[in-house]
């Protein structure tokens, strides 16, 4: 691998005597099959705006948090074994917006993480604005996950493969969403593609 550009949103790569295949599959894997973590469950406390729990439950599903895949595991790799999940396996965050005054946007800022890593991307994401005397109140738990399953859990926003005047040389491209960063995006997607690779061959092996 060559690295042609690599910066906080996106890193380019150069895969020098890769079969298309593999690339592509790669390319995949970088755009869906990273695990990331995404809001899945929401439980809603009080909620007197004009949106309904369903729509500020999705738009906290959307909203890209930071990951760390050195500390927690996907639930169904977890020990513990339990649907609630535990703390190597889920974070919880909340929001509690209080009684307002005067019309005012609820962001992702206002988005708290029990885990000081875990947290939304960005403090300037839009959650739901309230009117005089509305309130918002929840708890939301994060797990990670992958796009193959929904697209919150998608680690990139582009994922690009453009092949070169070599058909052995391609030039993939990554746009991270800020979950992870562009280039661990690509290290975990190589890892992940080993060991899928490892997996069919188990599997043909045991015919």
């Not at 070599?166 to 960063?181: F, K, P, Q, R, Y």
């Amino acid at each position: 691998m060559e690295i042609v550009e690599n910066n906080e949103q996106k890193i380019v790569v150069k895969l020098k005597g890769v079969p298309l295949q593999y690339a592509n599959a790669l390319r995949r894997i970088c755009l869906t099959g990273v695990p990331v973590f995404a809001i899945d469950d929401v439980v809603i406390i009080e909620n007197s705006s004009v949106l309904a729990d369903e729509g500020i439950a999705h738009r906290l599903a959307m909203t890209p948090l930071r990951t760390d895949l050195t500390r927690f595991v996907e639930p169904s790799k977890c020990s513990c074994h339990s649907e609630m999940g535990c703390t190597h396996c889920r974070v919880m965050l909340m929001i509690d917006s209080g009684s307002v005054d005067t019309t005012r946007t609820i962001t992702s800022a206002e988005l708290t993480s029990e885990d000081d890593f875990v947290k939304p991307v960005s403090d300037k994401i839009p959650i739901i604005e309230l009117a005089p005397g509305q309130k918002l109140k929840l708890e939301a738990y994060a797990r990670l996950g992958r796009g193959t399953e929904h697209a919150k859990w998608n680690s990139a926003t582009v994922s690009v493969l453009t092949e070169t005047a070599n058909s052995e040389d391609h030039i993939l491209m990554v746009e991270s969403t800020g979950a992870l960063t562009p280039a661990q995006i690509v290290l975990a997607g190589i890892d992940e593609l080993a060991k899928n690779l490892d997996g069919f061959k188990q599997v043909i092996a045991a015919l």
